[in-house]
């Protein structure tokens, strides 16, 4: 079992920087892939960017891409987000995911980022 907290949320101004953590325990965290995703007021949860286990591959939104940032810390237990260039669209609840094989059954409570403009 593996249990996910996400912290860093808050509110910012636009184009101001959020660094999210998501702190995993269990001893299994360095083989799983993890995700951060989002999902803003009355619409869909969106996937935000990933990141192999190893570091060794990431991915982006497009709507992300270039400000935003996803690192981990294996030693850590700990996925990052870096955000820059903050905009108010990007105001939402974010959330980590982590999982193998394509499957991400293990979710925290997720961190509200609000951007004011």
């Known amino acids: 079992q593996v249990q996910l907290v996400e912290s860093g949320g808050g509110l910012v101004q636009a184009g101001d920087s959020l660094r999210l953590s998501c702190v995993a325990s269990g001893r299994t965290f360095s083989s799983f892939a993890v995700r951060w995703l989002r999902q803003a007021p009355g619409k869909e949860r969106e996937f935000v960017a990933g990141?192999?286990?190893?570091?060794?591959?990431?991915s982006y939104a497009d709507s992300v891409n270039g400000r935003f940032t996803i690192s981990r810390d294996n030693a850590k237990n700990t996925v990052y987000l870096q955000m820059k260039s903050l905009k108010p669209e990007d105001t939402a609840v974010y959330y980590c995911?982590?999982?193998?094989?394509?499957?991400?059954?293990?979710w925290g409570q997720g961190t509200q980022v609000t951007v004011s403009s």
């Open positions: 995911a982590a999982g193998l094989g394509g499957s991400f059954p293990y």
């Open positions: 990141i192999s286990a190893s570091a060794g591959s990431t």
